[in-house]
């Protein structure tokens, strides 16, 4: 073994005039539920002639939430909808002596929320598979989370239908918890490449105006060690959310479908729903609509808001639609005036027998179908569709 090996480590020095010390001990738990009792413990070092006080705030998305003084190195928050869904703790000790006037020495770390939604939204259909062009009715309703008895209450309901072919080319544009925590969290989103290694720096780091008659360190230095001192702190590294956060789409809602003995599909829509509406006092809302012609998939997904806050959808709703005979021309690009192409049509046949049928082109001035005749101004073929 070579003794001459060592390993190594970069420490930010957090700068002090006087020798002052504040670390928050590692939490017992990574996440923190919403109504639920979090132990913060504090651990301060200082001279046994010098007077303290410690107190705390606690930031989220922008706003100081909660804030107060501490009696002890250790102390017990309770935190509200407020917190959510990512907040930063700070806590920070005043301490001096006669001879000395009191510096500011902090410490922060971030706390994850759970439980932060209070609501959810289902939206629904009576069967997951229909056909094309037929009224189905939608069902939209809020639930409560906590558990409790009490209604929902009315809500603004927003909801969304695209075809599926859009969401896989596209990227899925329903909004669900994950993008409404991303895009809360943006707000405390911290700049890891930024040294904060004094208070001051911290507090300018973060647009905290503080006003006091303390020394607060601003002088910015670094220093490499290979073992911990007293007064070392590494520099935090915070967690950095990339926003996604995006809900525009365009689309509209589709007119009712023509009905006929033998109706033409010509309603094709990449965005089936695009609308709003209000819940009854219990949280649910029927809607009937109308199935477009297009033979696919639809997500469906929405979200509900009332004066107690947001309500989204776990995982959006996938109705499909299909046609159990039908038929589909190939089409070419481009033609040119007298050139002769191949019309291709294709039968589809879902059924559970085999069918007989005739595929027939009406006569037209713009054309004319080689090798055929018309008949009362049809041309036509039979053929026999197995299943």
């Known amino acids: 073994m070579n003794d001459n090996v060592f390993d190594s480590k970069t420490f930010t020095v957090y700068r002090t005039k006087s020798p002052l010390a504040l670390s928050i001990l590692p939490l017992e738990s990574q996440t923190i539920r919403v109504g639920e009792s979090a132990l913060i413990k504090v651990n301060t070092s200082l001279p046994s002639y010098f007077d303290s006080t410690l107190a705390y705030l606690v930031m989220s998305q922008g706003n100081i939430v909660s804030a107060g003084q501490l009696k002890d190195n250790s102390f017990v928050i309770t935190p509200t909808l407020e917190f959510c869904p990512l907040s930063r703790l700070l806590v920070y000790m005043i301490a001096g002596s006669e001879s000395e006037n009191g510096e500011v020495v902090l410490d922060a770390v971030d706390l994850t929320l759970t439980g932060c939604f209070t609501k959810e939204v289902r939206v629904e259909f009576e069967a997951s598979e229909t056909r094309t ?70 507090f300018e780091h973060h647009k905290l105006l503080y006003l006091t008659d303390a020394r607060v360190w601003s002088r910015k230095e670094f220093a490499h060690r290979k073992i911990n001192v007293p007064n070392v702190f590494m520099e935090k590294s915070f967690v950095k959310i990339e926003d996604d956060f995006d809900t525009e789409v365009d689309g509209k809602v589709p007119e009712a479908a023509y009905q006929t003995s033998a109706r033409i599909r010509k309603d094709f829509p990449d965005t089936w729903l695009w ?24 997500i469906v997904s929405a979200f509900a808001v009332n004066s107690e806050g947001l309500a989204v959808a776990k995982e959006p709703f996938k109705l499909t639609a299909f046609q159990l005979f039908f038929l589909s021309m190939n089409l070419p690009y481009s033609i040119k005036r007298g050139e002769v192409f191949v019309l291709r049509v294709t039968v589809f046949n879902y059924r559970s027998q085999h069918v007989q049928a005739v595929v027939s082109l009406a006569h037209s001035d713009q054309f004319m179908v080689v090798d055929e005749t018309d008949s009362e101004g049809w041309y036509s073929k039979s053929l026999s569709v197995s299943t």
Not at 275 to 298: C, E, F, M, Y
């Open 275 to 298: 609308g709003q509406a209000v819940t009854d006092v219990n949280g649910h809302l029927r809607s009937k609509v109308v199935l477009p012609d297009t033979i696919t998939s639809w």
């Open 133 to 202: 062009g037929t009224e189905v009715e939608m069902k939209v309703d809020v639930s409560r989370l906590d558990g409790s008895n009490e209604m929902p209450g009315q809500h603004d309901v927003f909801y969304l239908a695209v075809d599926q072919s859009i969401v896989l080319l596209q990227g899925s544009t329903d909004l669900n918890t994950d993008k409404v925590v991303s895009g809360l969290s943006s707000f405390d989103q911290v700049d890891e490449s930024v040294t904060l290694s004094s208070a001051a720096a911290y």
